[in-house]
């Protein structure tokens, strides 16, 4: 259930995401990002996946 960190870090990205968009935005609408909800959302839930992506396992050899 290693996958589950990281959709529970995509949820949490979109929402934050959402959220900086309708709070913060772009009124311009010159934002690439922030002037669209889909686009804020898309980039909040990349940045969740990056942050909550498991860590490597650190294999270390016995025989050194």
Do not use: E, Q
């Not at 804020?40 to 839930?45: D, F, L, Q, V, W």
């Amino acid at each position: 259930m290693k996958w589950m960190n990281s959709a529970w870090g995509v949820f949490a990205g979109s929402i934050l995401g959402y959220g900086y968009y309708y709070f913060i935005g772009c009124n311009s609408g010159n934002c690439s990002i922030t002037s669209d909800p889909i686009n804020s959302m898309a980039y909040g839930s990349l940045m969740g996946l990056i942050l909550f992506w498991p860590p490597k396992k650190n294999h270390t050899n016995a025989h050194v």
